[in-house]
């Protein structure tokens, strides 16, 4: 029988694929707490595909928030897409850095595409605004197909023109 541990949830499977440290689980911790672990590390289809309600997030206690933040930042480095968005669902600041240095780094369209879109969230950074003018360029159907959603994040009157502009793509889907 496999060992429960972190918000109830198998150890081992946890650990496998990330680095949870027992000194970031805050003792004990609320029932958003052990959601935040269970769909960010657990069982994350549900928010990668955008289906799950992350209210639960308001709920996290100033530990729990520190915790949770840190969890994140600390396995920035699986590249995982719902990891990098958890930086900006969390509103963590401190990732800003390491989200520049990953962003600087990172070859492939679409996660430079998130990591540019949590640093707008985070900070405004105008990556983002050139990273969609890049996706506007792109031959890449299933990229812009991916990420068109992504121009609502500018929340100015920027995202009209840039859905506008979409309006001649070739491809249907966009």
Request: proline share 6%.
């Amino acid at each position: 029988m496999q060992q429960l541990g972190i918000a109830g949830l198998p150890v081992t499977k946890l650990r496998s694929a990330y680095d949870l440290p027992d000194e970031l689980i805050p003792k004990p911790h609320s029932r958003a707490f052990a959601d935040f672990i269970k769909y960010w590390f657990f069982q994350p289809m549900a928010l990668s595909r955008r289906e799950l309600d992350c209210s639960f997030l308001r709920d996290l206690t100033p530990e729990e928030l520190h915790a949770a933040r840190k969890l994140i930042r600390v396995n920035l480095q699986t590249r995982h897409i719902h990891i990098i968005e958890g930086t900006a669902a969390l509103e963590d600041a401190e990732a800003v850095p390491i989200l520049r240095t990953m962003f600087a780094d990172e070859p492939e369209e679409s996660r430079r595409l998130t990591i540019a879109g949590s640093l707008w969230k985070l900070a405004g950074d105008p990556v983002f605004v050139d990273s969609l003018e890049q996706l506007l360029a792109s031959p890449n159907h299933i990229l812009k197909q991916a990420h068109y959603r992504q121009v609502l994040w500018l929340k100015d009157p920027r995202s009209i023109d840039f859905f506008i502009r979409l309006l001649d793509d070739a491809d249907d889907f966009v």
